[in-house]
């Protein structure tokens, strides 16, 4: 069964330092991963995605990931943190072998990025 | 163009009462997720269909859930006889029609029950 752990519930930068949000999965066979982002009243919107290819995945907003299949893991990253990050990020995985479609999400990732 | 639609974006019932929620996803997209957000949780995979494909229904929590795609397009979830536990909001997501491709998001049904 696919799965998706996000340690920490919260992280805390200031701005302008760098950020890493971390995501470690499970899948029976090879993984498909998504970071999602979800702002204050707004909608989870896509920030990235791992499907095949180069390991660092660059995406929206300055952020990249990092594909690390030894450690099964996918953390989110930005060298410079902004205010305006500070929202909800999602970790998700599909199994590319088994699940097809099936999206499993982690629990969130809560950052705040403080002036 | 138009996004994903939900309605209602709020809905207060009684326990032991059905409701229904609807999503209208983006046009031309064949996969459709209906997923749950409950306070201070990640998203709970509820159900996804995928063009003329059995539906996956392998994160309904229970037999009180149910949903349906008409015409590979709008969707219904049902919820029957509503639990106080059943409070969350449920968003809708839909994509295009390769298991890569991205899903965008509704703005969801926050639905509480009294």
């Known amino acids: 069964a696919q799965s998706v752990a996000q340690p920490e519930d919260q992280v805390n930068v200031a701005e302008g330092n760098p950020l890493t949000v971390k995501c470690t999965y499970s899948v029976s066979g090879n993984p498909y991963l998504f970071w999602y982002v979800q702002y204050p009243n707004r909608g989870l919107q896509f920030l990235l995605k791992?499907?095949?290819?180069?390991?660092l995945v660059k995406g929206s907003y300055g952020f990249e990931a990092e594909f690390n299949k030894s450690q099964t893991s996918f953390h989110l990253k930005k060298p410079s943190a902004l205010v305006s990050d500070s929202a909800l990020y999602f970790c998700?995985?599909?199994?590319?072998?088994?699940?097809?479609?099936?999206?499993?999400f982690g629990a969130g990732t809560r950052l705040f990025v403080k002036a | 163009g138009a996004g994903v639609s939900q309605s209602p974006s709020n809905k207060v019932t009684e326990k032991g009462k059905d409701v229904e929620l609807r999503c209208d996803p983006i046009?031309?997209?064949?996969?459709l997720y209906w997923y749950r957000q409950s306070l201070g949780q990640g998203l709970e995979f509820l159900i996804y269909?995928?063009?003329?494909?059995?539906?996956?229904k392998s994160g309904l929590p229970s037999d009180r859930f149910s949903a349906e795609r008409t015409g590979g397009s709008v969707s219904t979830l049902t919820i029957q006889r509503t639990q106080q536990e059943d409070s969350a909001v449920y968003l809708c997501?839909?994509?295009?029609?390769?298991?890569?491709?991205?899903?965008?998001f509704g703005p969801g049904t926050r639905l509480t029950v009294l």
């Open positions: 997501a839909s994509s295009r029609y390769r298991d890569t491709d991205t899903q965008y």
């Open positions: 791992y499907i095949t290819g180069d390991n």
């Open positions: 269909f995928q063009g003329n494909s059995a539906p996956d």
């Open positions: 046009s031309g997209h064949t996969a």
């Open positions: 998700a995985v599909r199994d590319k072998n088994t699940g097809g479609f099936k999206t499993i």
